[in-house]
C-alpha cells in the first residue's frame, strides 16, 4: 500500500459516504429540484455566515465565478503572486474574465493593508479599474500557511473603505479553522464571496461550493451556467459532501498533528530544512547538492512514500484522513533515510 502524501485531494470515498450517496435523494437542480442540493447549499451558507450558496464541480471554477461575477473585463484583481487563482487555474482570470492581476509578493501568502493600498491605482482614463482582493486561507503554494485572523480582517475592512469586492479562496479554509480554533464564519461573514472545496481534507470525491449575497449567488449561478457547471441530480455527489461535513470536519485537526510529526522527523536529516507547517502540508527543502526529483522518486520506488517534487529543491508532502499516524511517521523516517543515503553518496 502506498503512503500517497501527493495531495489531500487523493483520498477515497469512505464506505459510509458511498452509502450516504447512494441513499440520497435527488431532482433534477437546473430547475432547483434536488433537495441535497438544497439542503448542501444553505448549509454552507450558515457555515460561512453568509445569505446564499452555490454547488459547483470543482473550487477553479467557483472561484472563477467569483471572481467574472465580481467584475468586467479589463478590471483589475489583487492577489498573492503565487495565489491558486493565478498559478493554478490556467490562467482563467485574464482568459475567461479579462482581469489584470496586480501582485503582492511576500513568504507566507498573507499581505497587509498598507500593500493593498499601493496597489489601488487612481481611478482615471489611464489605469485597469480597482475592482478585487483575492485572499487564500490557508495558503497552498505557501505551504499551508494561515492568515492571522485580525490582519486578514483589517485587509478586508481596508479593501472595503477602498471599494473593493473582497474573494476568499477558502479551499481549505477547514484547515485554516482548525489550526486557529476559529469557525468558518469567523473569516467569510462579511466578505463579498467566498469559496471553499469538499474533495480536499474534508474527502469527497468531488465538489466546492460559493457563497455571498442572494443577488450576487444568482448571477454565479447564470456564469456557471454560461461555464457549463450545471448539473442535473447532483443529490449524488452533494450527499458526499454533507457526510463529509457532518463527519470528517471535525477530525481535521489530526492531518495537522500528523503533518508536524512528518515535520519533525524529516527535519532531522542531514541536507533537510523543513519548517514547522501550520496546517497539513509539509515543504521540505533539500540542499543544493540534492535534487528533490532524485529524493522524491527513491521515496516512491524503494519506501512507496509518494510526494510531490514542486521545485529543484523542495518536495511537499499533504496530510488526509487516507494516511494514518503511523504512516506519516513511517513516511518522515524514509526521508530521514533516503537524504542520510544521497548525503553519504555525496548525490550529484
Ligand atoms: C485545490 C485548490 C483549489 C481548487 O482546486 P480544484 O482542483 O479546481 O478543485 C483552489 N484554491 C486552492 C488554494 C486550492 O488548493
Redo the contacts with the bound molecule.
Keep these: 500500500m502506498p503512503i500517497d502524501l501527493r495531495s489531500d ?1 487523493v483520498t477515497r470515498p469512505s464506505a459510509g459516504m458511498r452509502r450516504a450517496m447512494a441513499e440520497a435523494e435527488v431532482g433534477d437542480d437546473v430547475f432547483l429540484d434536488d433537495p441535497t442540493v438544497n439542503r448542501l447549499e444553505q448549509r454552507v451558507a450558515e457555515l460561512l455566515g453568509l445569505e446564499a450558496a452555490l454547488y459547483v464541480p ?6 472563477q465565478l467569483c471572481l467574472r461575477a465580481h467584475s468586467q473585463h479589463g478590471d483589475s484583481v489583487i492577489a498573492h503572486q503565487h495565489a ?2 493565478l498559478l ?2 490556467t490562467g482563467a482570470p485574464c482568459a475567461i474574465s479579462g482581469l489584470q492581476p496586480r501582485t503582492v509578493d511576500t513568504p507566507d501568502g498573507t499581505f497587509t493593508p498598507q500593500q493593498v493600498e499601493a496597489l489601488v491605482l487612481p481611478g482615471n482614463i489611464h489605469h485597469s479599474r480597482n475592482r478585487i482582493v483575492a485572499l ?1 486561507n490557508t ?2 503554494r505557501c505551504g499551508g500557511a494561515v492568515w492571522p485572523l485580525e490582519l486578514f480582517r483589517n485587509v478586508r475592512d481596508r479593501a472595503h473603505e477602498l471599494g473593493l469586492a473582497v474573494h476568499l ?1 477558502g ?2 479554509l477547514w484547515n485554516a479553522c482548525a489550526a486557529t480554533n476559529t469557525q468558518p464564519a469567523d473569516w467569510s461573514a462579511g466578505l463579498d464571496s467566498a ?1 471553499v ?1 469538499f ?2 481534507g474534508l474527502g469527497a470525491p468531488v465538489g ?1 461550493a460559493l457563497a455571498g449575497c442572494r443577488e450576487f449567488v444568482e448571477n454565479c449561478r447564470f456564469y456557471r451556467k454560461q461555464f457549463g457547471g450545471q448539473m442535473r441530480q447532483a443529490g449524488v455527489i452533494a450527499a458526499a459532501a454533507l457526510y463529509a461535513l457532518d463527519n470528517n470536519l471535525e477530525r481535521i485537526a489530526e492531518d495537522h498533528a500528523n503533518a508536524m510529526q512528518l515535520a519533525h522527523l524529516a527535519g532531522q536529516a542531514p541536507g533537510l530544512t523543513v519548517g514547522a507547517p501550520q496546517s497539513n502540508i509539509v515543504m521540505v527543502d533539500t540542499n543544493a547538492a540534492m535534487p528533490a526529483q532524485t529524493l522524491a522518486d527513491i521515496l516512491h520506488n524503494e519506501h512507496d512514500v509518494w510526494v510531490i517534487a514542486i521545485g529543484s529543491n523542495r518536495i511537499r508532502a499533504v496530510t488526509h484522513l487516507d494516511v494514518t499516524a503511523g504512516q506519516c511517521q513511517a513516511a518522515g523516517l524514509a526521508i530521514q533515510q533516503v537524504a542520510e543515503l544521497l548525503m553519504k553518496q555525496g548525490v550529484a
Design positions: 485531494t470543482s473550487g477553479t471554477m467557483s472561484n491558486h487563482i493554478y487555474e487564500e495558503h497552498n479562496d479551499a481549505r469559496s472545496c474533495s480536499k466546492s
